[in-house]
């Protein structure tokens, strides 16, 4: 009873800690599969297999509700930490990879989110890349502010002359 009340608390602090969640189920993959998906996640979440019921029970602690439908078969959770994106991109490789993953849904900022929603997160692009898209969209816009700034001082030399 007392380990029961441990892992609760332990899966409702994960909830809580977490920016997201992605809810899995492994059935037939083996545990060196795991232990690469592991791995394939490690810098943005851990994963995690876990008790239904428990897992019920710390969802619902950690005020989210929307999981006690998907929480059905084995089943696995990512507690994302990082890049939610990176993290779903590298489950829905996995798990192209290894078809007996398969991806339930999960709750990012909040909102319950179903296989399909997690796979249109997964598509993308990394932070990095759109905040380098970003930046270079705002310098190209500067640089074009002072050609038309120079192109105005130089009509307005050769007014004055």
Same mark, same amino acid.
């Given at each position: ?46 994963? /995690? ?37 990176? +993290? ?33 997160? /997964? ?17 190209? +816009? ?5 050609? +038309? ?13």
């Amino acid at each position: 009873m007392a380990n029961k009340e441990a892992s609760v608390a332990e899966l409702t602090n994960l909830f809580e800690s977490s920016t997201a969640v992605l809810l899995t189920e492994y059935r037939g993959l083996t545990v060196a599969q795991l232990k690469q998906l592991r791995n394939n996640i490690r810098q943005d979440a851990s994963y /995690a297999v876990v008790k239904n019921t428990l897992t019920k029970i710390a969802a619902n602690n950690a005020g989210i509700s929307t999981l006690d439908a998907d929480l059905v078969g084995p089943s696995a959770v990512a507690f994302v930490h990082g890049d939610f994106v990176a +993290t779903a991109k590298a489950v829905r490789d996995f798990a192209k990879a290894n078809p007996n993953l398969v991806i339930k849904g999960g709750v990012f900022e909040g909102k319950a989110l179903n296989a399909d929603e997690v796979n249109k997160y /997964a598509s993308l692009e990394s932070r990095e890349a759109l905040l380098a898209k970003a930046a270079g969209m705002m310098k190209a +816009t500067m640089g074009k502010a002072a050609a +038309t700034i120079d192109a105005l001082r130089e009509k307005l030399e050769t007014a004055a002359a």
